[in-house]
């Protein structure tokens, strides 16, 4: 073996390849193919889409569990352990189960190359084949098309929305975005897209495709009814469901969406009105909408997008109204700022920014102008060097107030980092 430790094997992988994002699938099939390709498990959903997949994996997870099936989940990125992308029957998987993956991977794959995303979606197939599971729940990493995950073929896939987001790799339209996630789909394999707002190209792409397209709204639908809600498909509806654990109005479009993907799949992975209702429950994802109650009570999300901070905004808008909303915010440099920064001007009093310590970080300053250029008063913006000073400088001024932590995974994984020190 290679590393003896999984700290040495993700620092090698760091810096093995030579780019951070390299999509296409000839390198890893090489590599898969190689260890020879075995079935990860009898039955494969893949989930893809702009916002929206961890918590449709989530709930997947969630209610096949509560069914008593075996179940595999990949997931990226990580908040604060590597292990948490990889999980068998809902708990992340050993460091020691990783690194002896990784040194399966690294001796299968002679001179091939592979980035840190790559190793670990690779990862995530080796120790599923071995786990003798009834399901393997694949989240896409970046698009769809040429995603490592994509190297599998998906007897359900599951595109959630659809928005700008990673326009230089997935295409500036939401058109071409959409082409490059029902990448994912398979020729006469169902296809579930749960965006309500659907991009012109969709019928044409589900044709392209092969696939059997259905869409929310017309295929399969969500209504409120009092302290519950309604699912319902041409088949079936299943009434009295409980409003999920997940926070957040969009979640019933996520939920809807793996409930429609269980009912494509209901002869070979039957799931009762019960288990659906404990999987809403019991689904939690870290770092969306969680709420840290104390003084000051602390929101954290990991929008980083305009489609995702939109999300954001309305639930801010329905949470603790009385109270002030103090932002702490850090951002990738390569994300759009300004439209993540738009639809929360109306719910933030004050802002506190930091840099992120990153290859793609952008600087507090950097941060700073962006909301300036929004139209935030110099004087609600407290600057710092780092994300995590500005976490501590935001709590010790906000104990009357909401904290309001987003804008990247690097930004929420910090204060969750602190919130745990604190307890």
């Known amino acids: 073996m290679r590393f003896t430790s999984l700290d040495q094997w993700l620092d090698w992988q760091s810096s093995l390849h030579s780019r951070t994002i390299d999509l296409g699938l000839e390198r890893v099939r090489q590599a898969w193919t190689s260890l020879g390709a075995p079935l990860l498990a009898p039955t494969v959903i893949t989930i893809a889409g702009t916002n929206g997949k961890g918590s449709t994996v989530a709930i997947l997870e969630a209610i096949l569990l509560a069914a008593g099936?075996?179940?595999?989940a990949f997931t990226s990125p990580h908040l604060l352990r590597y292990n948490e992308r990889i999980r068998l029957h809902g708990q992340p998987v050993s460091d020691q189960a990783i690194c002896d993956s990784f040194a399966r991977i690294d001796a299968a794959r002679g001179d091939t190359s592979l980035t840190y995303f790559e190793f670990g979606a690779l990862a995530a197939f080796d120790i599923f084949q071995q786990a003798n599971l009834d399901v393997a729940l694949l989240e896409v990493g970046l698009g769809g098309r040429l995603d490592a995950v994509n190297l599998i073929d998906a007897d359900v896939a599951v595109v959630t929305t659809i928005a700008l987001d990673h326009v230089d790799w997935l295409g500036s339209t939401r058109e071409a975005i959409a082409a490059e996630k029902f990448g994912v789909g398979r020729p006469g394999k169902p296809l579930v897209f749960g965006d309500s707002h659907p991009p012109s190209?969709?019928?044409?792409?589900?044709i392209e495709?092969?696939?059997t397209l259905y869409r929310i709204g017309r295929d399969f639908a969500f209504r409120h009814a009092d302290d519950s809600w309604v699912w319902s498909n041409a088949q079936l509806a299943?009434?009295?469901?409980?409003?999920?654990r997940l926070r957040g109005a969009f979640q019933l479009a996520n939920a809807s969406c793996a409930l429609q993907a269980l009912a494509l799949l209901a002869e070979r992975l039957p799931v009762t009105q019960n288990d659906a209702r404990a999987g809403l429950l019991d689904a939690a994802v870290p770092g969306r909408f969680q709420v840290f109650t104390g003084k000051p009570i602390r929101v954290l999300d990991?929008?980083?997008?305009?489609?995702?901070?939109?999300s954001l905004a309305?639930?801010?808008?329905r949470f603790e109204p009385m109270?002030?909303?103090?932002?702490?915010?850090?951002?990738?440099?390569?994300?759009?700022?300004?439209g993540v920064i738009s639809p929360l001007l109306g719910c933030i009093d004050r802002w506190y920014?930091?840099?992120?310590?990153?290859?793609?970080?952008?600087?507090?300053e950097a941060v700073r102008g962006a909301l300036v250029a929004a139209g935030v008063p110099a004087d609600q913006i407290d600057c710092s060097e780092s994300i995590g000073e500005a976490y501590e400088r935001a709590c010790e001024a906000a104990e009357a107030a909401v904290v309001v932590v987003f804008g990247s995974f690097y930004t929420v994984a910090h204060a969750l980092k602190q919130i745990q020190g604190d307890n």
């Open 69 to 72: 099936y075996r179940v595999g």
């Open 201 to 206: 190209n969709v019928e044409a792409l589900a």
């Open 209 to 211: 495709r092969g696939v």
């Open 238 to 244: 299943r009434t009295a469901l409980p409003y999920p």
């Open 302 to 310: 990991v929008a980083h997008n305009p489609e995702s901070a939109q």
């Open 314 to 317: 309305g639930n801010l808008a």
């Open 323 to 338: 109270l002030p909303k103090i932002a702490v915010l850090g951002m990738l440099k390569d994300k759009d700022m300004l």
């Open 353 to 364: 920014v930091g840099g992120i310590a990153a290859e793609r970080g952008a600087t507090g």
